[in-house]
């Protein structure tokens, strides 16, 4: 069985219930003032990243990759090439090689993992454990689950994962630094690197005694390292309860090994030429700009997504920050909750209520805040924007209280409509 699962329900004293709710009065505000805080930041933020793109656009000149002009130190320069790597990187431990960016060794272990959930349901509280065996990179601990019985996990891996990294990669005449290297490894760019045959029969002797080539990886039954593993370092309620088993299905304490490569490629770089390297070109908006993609684009296209992703990231901190107040107005609420949650029937609807009132006061006050960040970062817009949300409103206010006029018929009668 894959999953496993149960549920622990407690009571919680009347006494316990106030005291935390009256321990989340203190939080609220604190709550409250960091999410309005990050709400107020990100939106200057957000204004300063555009501005300082808007200026670099205007300013960004092209250069070759293959040779560098010192008259463009100290300017915001766009290249684009070929990156290159000097030799091959090695995994010394199991002798695979390759000329990359970067050679990670991924390895995982079949594990057990716990997932816990509490729900609160008037006065009581329902904690529910889940157990899930997963392929999990290095050691999950079961010592601290809270069923640690049928659960148990080595605590131990024969290898780790691990990543070799080039010294030096070049675009053209440029080497990139440490920061651009890092850019260049994403799920994208990076590529599976097959384990052949060769490389595996030249692997050391115990790898080969614990291990099997399979597919484009190495497999490690746990009933053939376990022997082998220091007991010291096993967990000893694994130990116990380990039975060897076969090598046909997947059991806990397996362990695959697979290599991933990020390779050189098509590269385009903006940022601030600073000899024969790049630095993030400062801008008078005040955000630096340095920028990296794997892969060949023009200028405006290396903008536009710096563009695309200031907004989803401006997005992302609002509801962040909007998240943060939700939870404050609950903090602050939570006395009302603890009390009612005493009585079956009022505890549902007013907890029901709260929940209505902390959406509403959130909203308010995250909007509040938003608006006055765009009072004081770009006051013409937000003017204009105010000026636009009057106008509507006062158009639909008249519309609404326009009297109707009277329908003349034949008959001499009016019928208003």
């Known amino acids: 069985m894959s999953n496993d699962s149960f549920s622990v329900t407690s009571s919680s004293s009347w006494g316990s219930r106030i005291t935390s709710a009256l321990f989340g009065l203190l939080i609220a505000p604190v709550a409250m003032f960091a999410g309005s805080g990050l709400l107020f930041w990100n939106e200057g933020n957000s ?26 130190n100290g300017k915001l320069v766009y290249v684009t090439g070929e990156t290159a790597v000097e030799g091959a990187l090695r995994d010394e431990k199991l002798g695979v090689s390759e000329p990359a960016i970067k050679l990670r060794r991924v390895v995982e272990m079949y594990q057990w993992t716990e997932k816990k959930e509490t729900k609160r349901r008037n006065n009581k509280t329902v904690t529910t454990y889940d157990y899930t065996r997963k392929w999990v990179e290095g050691t999950e ?44 490894d994403h799920a994208g760019n990076r590529k599976p690197r097959v384990i052949s045959a060769e490389e595996f ?42 039975r060897g088993g076969g090598e046909g299905d997947t059991q806990v304490g397996d362990v695959r090994i697979k290599f991933v490569v990020v390779k050189p490629g098509p590269t385009t770089i903006v940022a601030e030429q600073t000899g024969t390297g790049f630095e993030p070109f400062t801008t008078k908006a005040g955000k630096p700009i340095s920028m990296l993609r794997t892969k060949t684009l023009p200028p405006h296209e290396m903008f536009e997504l710096a563009r695309s992703d200031n907004t989803f990231w401006t997005w992302v901190l609002r509801g962040g920050g909007v998240l943060v107040i939700f939870f404050g107005f609950m903090f602050l609420m939570g006395p009302i909750t603890a009390v009612s949650d005493w009585i079956p029937i009022l505890g549902n609807l007013v907890s029901g209520g709260v929940f209505v009132i902390a ?50 018929h034949d008959s001499g009668l009016e019928i208003v409509g």
């Open 201 to 242: 029969a030249a692997m050391p002797e115990e790898v080969r005694r614990d291990a099997v080539l399979r597919g484009d990886e190495l497999y490690m039954p746990v009933s053939k390292w376990f022997p082998h593993a220091p007991k010291d370092q096993i967990n000893s309620e694994f130990a116990e309860e380990f």
């Open 47 to 72: 204004v300063k990243t555009a501005k300082s793109l808007d200026e670099g656009e205007k300013q960004v000149i092209s250069v070759p990759a293959d040779q560098i002009d010192p008259a463009n």
């Open 359 to 408: 959406i509403a006061g959130t909203l308010m006050l995250g909007s509040l805040v938003i608006a006055s960040a765009w009072l004081f970062y770009r006051p013409v817009f937000a003017i204009i924007v105010f000026l636009g949300a009057l106008m509507l409103a006062v158009g639909i206010y008249y519309l609404f209280r326009r009297k109707p006029k009277p329908i003349q």
């Open 141 to 184: 601990s079961s010592s601290g689950f809270h069923k640690r019985s049928g659960h148990e996990n080595p605590g131990y891996m024969p290898l780790h994962s691990h990543e070799e990294v080039a010294d030096k990669v070049t675009l053209g005449a440029f080497t990139l630094d440490t920061n651009q290297i890092a850019q260049t």
